[in-house]
C-alpha cells in the first residue's frame, strides 16, 4: 500500500490562533482537543489537515513549500477579497485580464498562499 498525506504541518509562533484563521479560510473546524496557548493545534479539513506547531524562532525566509486554494463557490476575485478580510495580506497579484493567474497572499504569521481561479471560472475557460 502507498503512503497518504495525513497532515500539512506549518511551524508557527502562535499555534491555536493561526490555526483558527486557516480554518475560517477552509471554512472548517479546529479539533475538539485545541484550546488557546496549546503549543499544537489540528484544522481538520477533507484531504489533509493541517497541523500547526508552535516554534520559538521566527519565520525568516519565503516558504520553500506553499498551499493553493481553488475556491469551490465564489471567483478567484472574490475569494482574495474574503481573505484579505480574514486577516491575509496580498503579497503578489500575478491576476491577468484573460482570468489566468493567480494572487499570492500571506496569512497572520507571513506564510505565503495563492488564490487560483475558481472552480467555475476554470469549467467555463475549459468549454
Request: charged share 30%.
Amino acid at each position: 500500500m502507498t503512503s497518504l498525506v495525513r497532515h500539512v504541518t506549518i511551524d508557527c509562533a502562535d499555534a491555536y490562533s493561526l490555526a483558527s484563521f486557516w480554518a475560517r479560510v477552509l471554512d472548517s473546524r479546529l479539533s475538539d482537543d485545541d484550546k488557546p496557548g496549546d503549543p499544537e493545534a489540528l484544522v481538520e479539513s477533507p484531504g489533509a489537515s493541517l497541523l500547526f506547531i508552535q516554534v520559538p524562532e521566527p519565520k525568516a525566509v519565503k516558504n520553500r513549500v506553499h498551499l493553493d486554494l481553488q475556491p469551490q463557490d465564489r471567483t478567484r476575485d472574490e475569494e482574495v477579497e474574503r481573505l484579505i478580510g480574514l486577516g491575509a495580506t496580498l503579497l503578489d497579484d500575478r491576476r491577468n485580464p484573460d482570468g489566468t493567474g493567480w494572487a499570492t497572499l500571506g496569512d497572520p504569521e507571513g506564510n505565503e498562499f495563492c488564490v487560483e481561479r475558481g472552480r467555475a471560472e476554470r469549467e467555463a475557460a475549459a468549454s
